[in-house]
């Protein structure tokens, strides 16, 4: 076994009222690693992390902290502290009291706990903030409040299950960076929930993206984004065209009638296979230069980019493009042979990528 | 001046409703300052009923008697109901419904069917007495409890339990920091309701007290049949304003849930209490 891994899932199922919940799940985490649990409602990730804080015992399986079996371990006997959804600071309690709550339970001193606060409230930017009460605060003070109330515990590792849910845009955007830098000073372990694939790709080490009780893939921000092991990862993870294909040969696939080159290698022959393609990866070249011909059938301004459908051979193509090209104008398809990514046909249901998620 | 006309008529209707549902209680307080032992005859203004009713011992036994089991009874049901509350709220929907439902049956059974029935259920295990009162007593006044705190449990996030725990409280450490709290102020609203529910009960009382024990209304109620004594005029004028004061108390604290239309109609409490578990 590797030497710094502070929390290991093992062979983890549960299941309510008969419904699974989580199939067998394995799962490790590095000692001061950002871990991300991501996927859409109800696919699992609340759950492990549940599991993880102690509030659910599995159905089977066992939970690890280094090197222990603490499957069957209380709560209150977990070295490690979550930050909830919805804050859940304690109303009838001040700002001080609030976090004060886990120290005074380990009996330390008043001195060390008066200092304690201070350090937190001045690591989440809310100094002289101790005598409020938390109604007072807004939605991201509370945010900050119950970070700082987990943290003077000093625990090896940090459950956040969706923190920033119940924020605005802006806020949240300036809270990724805020929990990044806290990451940083206190060198713990964060292990982060959510449904934002933005957020996950934005702020952690390591992603897991979760489907229907499922793992369907563990791996960096980069390796989720541009290597997506099956359709419902690429589907989750931004926006894709994922188009019905054939392997001809290695690095060689057909898509909509035509050959394009990559540089996928293994499949087979004739096999049939998922083409994914990111829609920044689409290059929209003169009609004739173009491995297809298709014609912009939509046009709308993102800010950033143009967003585009091209409706060619029969699907229509999602394109990226900084490059305005204007509706109705015919245009070639073109894309790079390292940007198109081929994908086995799922196997079971629970890989297809789900149609109701954005 | 039509508008001037209509809010006058308003006024004035809601006048008549209060005056037609207090005025009996208003003459019955009247009477309790008249000097005169008739009913018809006002005999000059006199405190006599009164200080005779504080000199009558079995009135001040019996008096001793309600005010104990009322505070005890209420102590205890809050005890009950809170534990109930803690056990209903951490149960799934279903079940939650199915015992919340169970636990309003009392409210809406007929009293004299509890009175009857408990007294069956007694006669065969205890005798009649100041416990089979007392254990009446906590009967009818559990769902009131459990009413005036459940919703109170239903506003706290269960995170902020899950919480507690996650920062190393134990779950009873974690109930009295935080659970508790939090629901006091229905935990008092309950006390209050069944110590009011408790002062003025009759049938239940008089069903399940036995011979030697009295309450004030079932004593009330046997003096009255020997003939009309004035000093119980004065006890039910105390009595009244005691059940009032509280309501007033409970009305202040503000829980919106069962103390409004409680106090709107004292003598219909119970069937407004009812009503509100329909309307929430």
């Known amino acids: ?358 | 001046m039509v508008k001037k006309l209509f809010s006058f008529i308003q006024k004035f209707y809601v006048a008549i409703i209060f005056l037609i549902l207090y005025s009996p209680v208003i003459v019955l307080m009247v009477l309790s300052f008249n000097d005169s032992k008739s009913r018809v005859i006002w005999g000059g203004f006199t405190l006599k009923w009164y200080s005779r009713m504080f000199n009558s011992s079995i009135i001040v036994e019996t008096f001793i008697v309600t005010v104990t089991l009322a505070l005890l009874s209420a102590a205890i049901a809050v005890v009950l109901g809170t534990a109930a509350c803690v056990g209903i709220e951490a149960m799934r929907r279903r079940n939650k419904q199915i015992v919340l439902g169970a636990t309003n049956i009392p409210l809406l059974n007929a009293d004299i069917v509890t009175g009857i029935s408990l007294m069956l259920f007694f006669s065969r295990f205890l005798n009649a007495g100041f416990p089979t009162l007392l254990i009446a007593h906590i009967t009818f006044e559990l769902p009131y409890v459990i009413l005036s705190i459940m919703p109170r449990m239903r506003q706290i996030n269960t995170n902020a339990y899950n919480a507690a725990l996650d920062l190393g409280a134990t779950p009873l450490y974690a109930f009295f920091k935080i659970i508790l709290p939090e629901i006091f102020p229905g935990i008092i609203t309950g006390f209050i309701m069944a110590l009011t529910m408790s002062l003025d009960d009759f049938t239940i009382s008089y069903f399940t007290k036995g011979p030697g024990v009295s309450t004030l209304p079932t004593m009330i109620y046997s003096e009255l049949r020997k003939g009309v004594k004035p000093e119980m005029y004065a006890l039910s004028t105390l009595m009244f304003l005691a059940v009032l004061i509280l309501l007033v108390i409970v009305n202040l604290k503000g829980s919106p849930m069962l103390s409004k239309p409680f106090a709107n109609a004292k003598n219909g409490g119970k069937k407004h209490a009812q009503t509100m578990r329909y309307r929430r």
């Not at chain 1, 066992?62 to 600071?89: C, H, M, S, W």
């Not at chain 1, 809310?126 to 625990?155: C, H, K, T, W, Y």
């Not at chain 1, 924020?167 to 949240?172: E, G, P, V």
């Not at chain 1, 790709?201 to 390591?206: K, R």
């Open chain 1, 1 to 358: 076994m590797e030497k710094d891994i502070i929390i290991d899932l093992k062979d983890i199922s549960v299941s309510f009222d008969g419904e699974p919940v989580l199939n067998n799940i394995n799962l490790y985490i590095r000692d001061n690693e950002f871990i991300t649990l991501l996927g859409p409602s109800g696919c699992g990730k609340t759950t492990t992390l549940r599991i993880i804080g102690g509030f659910l015992k599995p159905d089977t399986g066992r939970v690890i902290f280094e090197g222990k079996d603490i499957t069957d371990l209380p709560p209150n006997k977990r070295q490690l502290n979550t930050v909830f959804q919805n804050y859940a600071l304690f109303p009838h309690l001040t700002i001080a009291e609030n976090i004060a709550f886990g120290l005074k339970i380990k009996k330390k001193s008043k001195e060390y706990i008066k200092d304690k606060i201070k350090y937190a409230l001045k690591l989440v930017n809310l100094e002289g903030f101790e005598n409020r009460m938390p109604q007072s605060l807004s939605g991201g003070q509370q945010q900050r409040i119950a970070i700082a109330r987990a943290i003077v515990n000093e625990p090896k590792v940090l459950l956040l299950d969706e923190p920033l849910g119940a924020l605005d845009l802006k806020m949240r955007q300036s809270m990724q960076y805020e929990l990044i830098r806290l990451k940083n000073e206190l060198g713990i372990t964060f292990v982060y929930i959510t449904h934002d694939q933005e957020e996950a790709l934005t702020m952690s080490d390591t992603i897991v993206v979760m489907n229907k009780g499922n793992i369907q893939q563990i791996g960096t921000p980069e390796d989720i984004y541009n290597e997506p092991k099956n359709a419902f990862v690429a589907d989750f993870i931004g926006e894709s065209n994922i188009i019905d294909g054939i392997m001809l040969e290695d690095k060689l696939v057909e898509i909509l009638g035509a050959k394009f080159p990559c540089v996928d290698t293994g499949f087979g022959r004739n096999k049939p296979v998922d083409v994914v393609i990111r829609p920044e990866d689409v290059d929209l070249v003169e009609p004739e230069k173009g491995t297809i011909k298709g014609v912009v059938t939509s046009l709308l301004f993102k800010g950033v980019h143009y967003e585009m459908d091209v409706l060619a051979n029969g699907y229509e193509w999602l394109v990226h493009s900084t490059d305005m090209v204007p509706v109705g104008r015919e245009v070639g398809i073109f894309v790079d042979p390292y940007n198109i990514q081929i994908m086995h046909k799922p196997i079971s249901e629970d890989e297809e990528a789900s149609s109701d998620e954005e």
